[in-house]
């Protein structure tokens, strides 16, 4: 079983950076993805970016150019990278982690919040 441990989140200005960590621990194989997802109030939970073991990377589009996702293989750990934050980007952030042994897994972090206000 894998477990996930969030942190960064905190309260921003509009225009302004944060960076967001998870570290997983526990079983880890060789394929897998992570990722960050989030869940404004009164909106549905929605994908942010991911990264594979590969490094292969996938944005949505209201994050591209703003946000950077990256991985610490060493230390099981991805972060985000939040640049030019706006107040859409309210939410609470939730790290996720799949990965394919004998079948796939899905595992999800508490969440952090993100508020972005001036």
């Known amino acids: 079983q894998v477990q996930l441990a969030e942190s960064g989140g905190g309260l921003v200005q509009p225009g302004g950076s944060l960076t967001l960590s998870c570290v997983a621990s526990g079983s880890i194989g060789n394929n897998y993805v992570m990722g960050w997802y989030r869940q404004a109030p009164g909106k549905q939970r929605e994908l942010v970016a991911t990264i594979t073991n590969a490094h292969w990377i996938t944005y949505a589009d209201s994050v591209k150019g703003r946000f950077t996702i990256s991985r610490d293989g060493v230390d099981n750990t991805v972060y985000l990278q939040m640049n030019s934050l706006r107040p859409e980007d309210t939410a609470v952030y939730y790290c996720?982690?799949?990965?394919?042994?004998?079948?796939?897994?899905?595992?999800w972090g508490q969440g952090t919040q993100v508020t972005v206000s001036s």
């Open positions: 996720n982690f799949r990965e394919f042994a004998l079948r796939w897994d899905e595992y």
